[in-house]
């Protein structure tokens, strides 16, 4: 029997232009694993095109083959492969998948969502990595490939986004032994760290400034909404709250922590966050979402008013069926 490793390194060698995806508004470790796989498929010698449906954020601007990364996948091109990375389910890559002729091409999905749906044809998913970023250190040392200083970044990049700078539950000595190997090959910790995790858009602290403004608390959960209007008046496109949701959880009186974002279409972007023994997981899944028990979303109808009636209702009884559990 071969492994999931080495059946994954054989399809990739065998593949003649392969089609990198990852998640629509991405964060560290998503821009890390996408530009990590179009450095090392680059290193083996494999064509390969990198997908986004949102552009790179310009934090991530020192990463090699940042600048390369498409926005959506050459027409011209037919790929043979199509690796996802950091994507929970096929909906999370966007168009770049949704709006890809039939037949798709024949799917490897790499992550590190506990409640990915392994919708690949091949899928190397472990929920206990930190990031997805830590997966793939792990695959290339097996295929003993050369970690050089640009894939070194781009690792490093998404373990420390996903640990926000390992710190989070799930970092062992494994993270860690992976972390100064990274470094060790190259990658400049410090320079990330400052890069990647701490510094920030000025629009984007106004944006936790008006969701501050309105936070409430009841029954454990400290959540806040942001509304399209306000969300014009900021200028801010994005559809992920960018640390605040990570702010309000770590307040000692909130068992969870919630932001809603009414987007364009009038849909509700929810972002939640816990801490042990909480899971927000359960409460995201249920809602049509996905995520890591102490870090999940989903989307919801709205209006907003509804969908922050209905999302309250269940964080509420989910902090108190797992307070007791
Ligand atoms: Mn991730």
Request: aromatic fraction near 4%.
């Amino acid at each position: 029997m071969m492994s999931e490793r080495s059946m994954i390194l054989h399809t990739v060698q065998k593949g003649q232009h392969a089609l990198v995806i990852t998640h629509v508004d991405p964060d560290g470790d998503a821009i890390g694993s996408l530009t990590a796989v179009g450095i090392a498929l680059k290193q083996m010698g494999i064509k390969a095109t990198m997908v986004c449906d949102d552009a790179v954020p310009t934090r991530f601007s020192y990463l090699s083959m940042a600048d390369a990364v498409r926005s959506q996948p050459d027409p011209m091109i037919a790929y043979d492969l199509l690796i996802a990375v950091d994507c929970g389910d096929e909906s999370r890559m966007g168009n770049a998948y949704a709006h890809y002729p039939n037949p798709k091409p024949f799917i490897i999905n790499i992550d590190h969502h506990v409640t990915n749906t392994h919708f690949g044809d091949l899928n190397l998913v472990l929920g206990t990595a930190t990031s997805t970023t830590e997966i793939l250190y792990g695959l290339f040392k097996e295929w003993e490939l050369d970690i050089s200083s640009g894939l070194a970044s781009s690792l490093l990049t998404g373990l420390v986004t996903d640990t926000l700078g390992f710190r989070t539950d799930g970092v062992t000595a494994v993270t860690l032994h992976a972390a100064a190997n990274l470094v060790d090959a190259g990658a400049d910790l410090n320079k990330i760290t400052m890069r990647a995790l701490n510094v920030r858009a000025f629009k984007t602290i106004r944006m936790w400034q008006v969701g501050m403004t309105h936070m409430q608390i009841d029954g454990g959960l400290l959540w806040t909404s942001i509304n399209n209007a306000e969300r014009h008046a900021l200028d801010f496109r994005g559809n992920s709250s960018q640390g605040l949701v990570n702010m309000l959880a770590d307040v000692e009186e909130a068992s969870m922590g919630a932001v809603l974002m009414e987007m364009d279409d009038g849909s509700v972007k929810v972002g939640l966050r816990c801490r042990p023994p909480f899971d927000v997981s359960e409460v995201a899944v249920s809602l049509g979402g996905g995520g890591h028990k102490l870090a999940s979303g989903c989307t919801l109808d709205g209006p907003l008013e509804d969908a922050e009636r209905l999302l309250v209702e269940r964080c509420k009884a989910a902090i108190q069926r797992q307070g007791s559990e």
